[in-house]
């Protein structure tokens, strides 16, 4: 396997590499900058009783029937469309679980994020909300989002997204232990935690749904995902393998049941990118054997699915929030020079 | 007073009304886009149970501790920074109760909002997320956020937001009555909603405190705030008289205490905009006397408080969501002439 994912890696990244950092500082000529709400339902709540809200101090009250109709289960997207994009398609961006769009925007410590890297390279950009997050809204009936929400602690990252070993977490923010040589900007580990919300793990029909509709809606296009999202990308392409052109998973945390026809997928060809130290964790290599398999599906059935490992390229250090991390420019760049090889730039 | 309405309006709208239609197709030129998450706090919730939990389908179950630090109370705010700003200082915008900074992007009904309109007038825009709202995340937890939030039916905005008579609203869009010549995009009604948060009534002191630290970090600026956002936009100027060079508050829901020391307003412009059928709505001709004292106060202290009136200016049918009624880019001119003419632009 390992031999695999360096040949496949060989053939995709071995092009020259050319520091980003001049085209990274470019000015962008933009047609337009908005944003939409797509998919969802209208679904009827009865029973509630009377409210009476003064809802501004000053306001006079009042009396609101909290029963009705509600919008729910729509998400978000926010797009930025480039005067010239060298991109066939637009380039859809998936945050993953607990957070929201917000991942590809500027990363924690204050550093342009994939959002720009990728509008610089020539993609229009679209940056998503999964349904219950972010400005996509959540629906605050039980009924709707079934269950609790759960909320990340500071801490309960620190050793899933592999910054640092799990007895490395600690309150302060001077006694933490990171990974010798991690990519994550620790120092801004606290500012990184303003990102993320309240998620129900309920939900996953409804967010893929609204995926669905949002692919129906702006594509053709690429799918870049991660954690969470993955499946929610290499699903929105089984669904629709006439609108997503390419799917790019980032540490994808699920795939899609074996009983999920990857023939489906022949014309759409996969990038999985991992960052370090999986090695020696068994709940990462675990969702990785599961996500190989997925390749080896995809590629059985006749379809393309490349692996783009950073220690496999001599990288090391990268974490699972592999966009935020120090050289993440360095890490779209080797994406960017994929999606030529792959014939998805004009 | 109406008389000073009009002796104000003409003396700051009297400019020859140029077509924005050339101007606002024009392409953009961007220096970055970007970010920020500022203020909240970091608070510690303890006595929850554990909870096993598998995050994605195929995952294996994780145990979770949802007790520990969380970041909390902070917001969210998104820049587009133009490569050659004309304006002196960034506009911040700010959005009503219930829902989130994509007020002021793409209308229901498709059409570039606010954001863009200010932008090609030569704005650095900043579009903000109330604590609590969108990407600033909620702390699901009631120590934080207390008591339970609201979430509006499809139907209550309908005459709140004076797009038609209180009993003009039905579920089914056929039989939905508005206002005759009203400017709100009435058809795109149900797709506005999908704009549509939870909100709190208990936490405008949290949210107070959220703007406060984003015009520490972020201004000087010019704040445009809408309903809710009108008593944010209000005190964050009265809290930093420094840093806030001009508030426009359309259609502000409330205003600051009777103790509140206007005189640090002095050198601080303010303009009210106003859209139609007030007269004769009770609840809001009682909030505009609130906010016409308001003024009155800035101005015995030797400031400055403009209005604009739309129905005075001629024009009738402007609903309370006055950024997507239909004459929106109108509107924004005129708000452009008044900055322009209070020398908010180089």
Redesign the interface.
Known sequence: MMRRILALAALAFAAPHAPPAAAQTE???????????VG?R?AGISGLPE?E????????P?R????????VE?M?A?Y?RL?NPRARVPLILAHG?GL???TY??TPD?R??W??FF?RAGHDVFVT?AMER??S?????PQILAG?????????GWS?FRVGPADGWN?AAAERRAFDGTRFPVAAW??F??????RW?TT?RQIQAAYDALVQQVCPCVMLVHS?G??FGFTAALNAPDKVRAVIAIEP???P?DTADAARLRDIPHLVVWGDHIAGNA?WQ??RG?VERWQDRIRAAGGTADTLDMPAEGVRGNSHMIMMDTNSDDVAARIQRWMEARGLMR
């Not at 609790?148 to 309960?156: A, D, K, Q, S």
């Not at 935690?193 to 309240?198: A, D, E, F, R, T």
């Open positions: 000015t962008l000529l933009i047609r337009e900058i908005g944003s939409l709400h969802g209208i409210q809200i003064v809802f501004s101090p000053g306001a006079p009042i609101i029937n909290p029963n009705g109709q509600f919008q729509q978000y926010q930025v005067a679980g929201t769009g917000v925007e500027t204050g342009p994020g959002q720009m509008l909300d972010g400005r809204g959540w629906a605050r009936f609790e929400p759960v909320f990340r602690t500071m801490g309960e899933i309150a606290d500012q935690m303003k990102q993320g919300v309240p793990v996953d969470q993955g499946n945390s699920g795939t049941p709940f675990r969702i599961n």
